[in-house]
C-alpha cells in the first residue's frame, strides 16, 4: 500500500488549497515545496480577490463571473484576510468612452451574484476625497467593489487547515524525482537529505515551475503547453489619505493599480510581459519600476520616481498557452488535466489560475479525482462552508475581536492588536497562549513583532527564516531594519 493517496508538489496557494480539500475529505495527503509556502507566484500578486474587470473586455465570462462569486466565499472563510476595498477609475482615461465603462461596471456588478458588496457609483472629484490626489484634467470617475487579501498567509492557513486535517506539509523539500508505476515513488531532496515516499496519485501543482517539473522530475515525453508571464510591483510610501483603490488605465492598453497597503504604504502594479528562463531568477527591471511611475505619474499631482520604491517584487504566472499573441491577453483561466495512466498511477496537472478561484479550482481537482477514489465520489464539497483557521467570525467584525484580545491582554496597543488579528484572526489566542503580562512577549524585535510571535510561527506555520517572517507571515519587513531582521534571524536559528 502506498505511504500517502495523494502528493502534491508545490506549496503555493494551488497547492495549499489541493491539500487542505483533500486531507477534509479524508485522504492521506503529502505535500512538498522546495521553498517555503508561498515563496513562489503567491506571494507575489497584486493581492486582490477579485473578478478582474479587464477581463471582460477580452470575453473571459466565465473565469469573471467565476471568480466575482469566489469573492464573497473568500470573506466568509477568511474574513481576518479577505477585505472589500472600493476601486476608483478614472472615467477621462484609457481609450475606451464613459458609456462602456458604466456598462462593463453595470456588467461587472451584475454577473457575480454580488450580496454583500456595495455596487458601483460615479464619484466627483471635485468633491469627494478620491479626487484630492488626483491631477486637475480629472473631474470624474466609477468607483466599484472587489477586495484585498494576503495573499501568502492565505496560502499558509490553507496548509495550517489541511495538517489540522490530517495532511503531511514539508517544506524546504524539493521533489527531484517521480518514478510512474502502479503508484508514484517519489525522491526528495530535504536539505540535502535523500527521502523518499509513495502515492497514489501525485498533483502537479509546481506554478511557474511546472513545465520544467514535468520535465526534468516527472521526465515526461512531450512540453506542457505553459505561457509564462511576468508582473512587477512597487512599494511606495503611502501616496493618498483614504482607504480607496485606483485602478489606472495605461496609453498602452493595460492597467495598473495603486492600492492602499498597509497603513503606511500604497502598492503600484502590475506589469505583463513574457518571461522566459528559471522562475526563481525573476527580478523588477528598472525600465519596470519606471513604466509603473510614469502610469501614475500621469494621474497624481505627486510625482513619485524610482528611487521612492522602497520594495519590489516580481512573479511569474504560468498560463495555459492558449496561442493568444498578447501576454496580458492569455488565459487566466485555469485548467486542470487528470491522466489516469492506464496501468500506471494517475497524474492531476494544474495550469494557471488565480489567488481568487484557488478554492474552486481545488474543489474541480477534487471532482476530477473522484474518478480515481472512490471515497471522494460519495463526498459533497466542503471548504465553502468550513472557516480557514481564525476566520471563525462575522466578516466585518474584526473590530469585535480586537476588543476581546484587549480586554484579556490590556498592555497590547490598538495597532499591535489589531496587525495580530489582521495575521491570525481568531488564532491570536493561540499565539498569545500563556501570555498574562507584557513581560511573557518575549524580546521585541522592531515594530511590535516580539519571541511569541516568532515562536508561534515557528511551531504552527512552518516559519524557518526571517525571510519566512518578514516577507511572507507578514511585511514587517517593510518597517525593520537590518540589523532587526538579523536578530530575527538569530532567534530563529539560535
Ligand atoms: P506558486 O505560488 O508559484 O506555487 C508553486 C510552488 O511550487 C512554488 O512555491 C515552488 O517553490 C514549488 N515547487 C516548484 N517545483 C517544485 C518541486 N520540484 N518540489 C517542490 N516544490 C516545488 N491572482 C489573483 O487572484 N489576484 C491578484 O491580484 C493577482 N495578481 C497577480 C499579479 C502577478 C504579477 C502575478 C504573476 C499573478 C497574479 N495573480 C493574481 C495570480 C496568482 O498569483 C497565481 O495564479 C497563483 O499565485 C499561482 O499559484 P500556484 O500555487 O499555482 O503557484
Redesign the pocket.
Known sequence: MADYDLAI???????AGIARDAAGRGLKVLL????DL?????S???????GGLRYLAFGAFHLVREALAEREVLMRIAPYLVHPMRFVLPAEAGDRPAWMLRIGLMLYDWIGGRRTLPGRRTVDFGVDPVGAPLKRNFTYGFEYSDCAVD?ARLVVVNAVDAALRGATIRTR???VSAERGAEWTLMFDARGRREVATARVLVN?????LAS?AET?LRLERPLPVRLVK?SHIVVKRMFEHDRAYILPSPDGRVVFARPFGPDFTLI??TDEDFVGDPSAATVEPREVEYLCDVVNGFFRAAIAPPDAVWAFA???ALYDDGKSSASETTREYLLTLDRGGDRAPLLT?Y?????TYRHLAETAMTKLAQVFADVRAQTPWTAGEPLPGGDFAPGSDDDVVTQVRRTRPFLGQAHARRLVAAYGTRVKLVLEGVAREADMGPRFGADLTGIELRYLMRYEWAQTADDVLWRRSKLGLHLSKDDAAAVERFMTG
Request: with cysteine; net charge positive.
Open positions: 508538489i508545490g506549496g503555493g496557494i494551488n497547492g512538498v515545496e522546495q521553498n508561498a515563496s513562489g507566484t503567491s507575489a500578486s497584486t493581492k486582490l480577490v477579485h495573499d523539500t524539493r521533489c501543482a509546481a506554478g511557474p515551475w517539473a522530475v508582473g502594479g502590475t512573479g511569474v504566472r494544474v494557471g489560475g488565480k489567488i481568487t
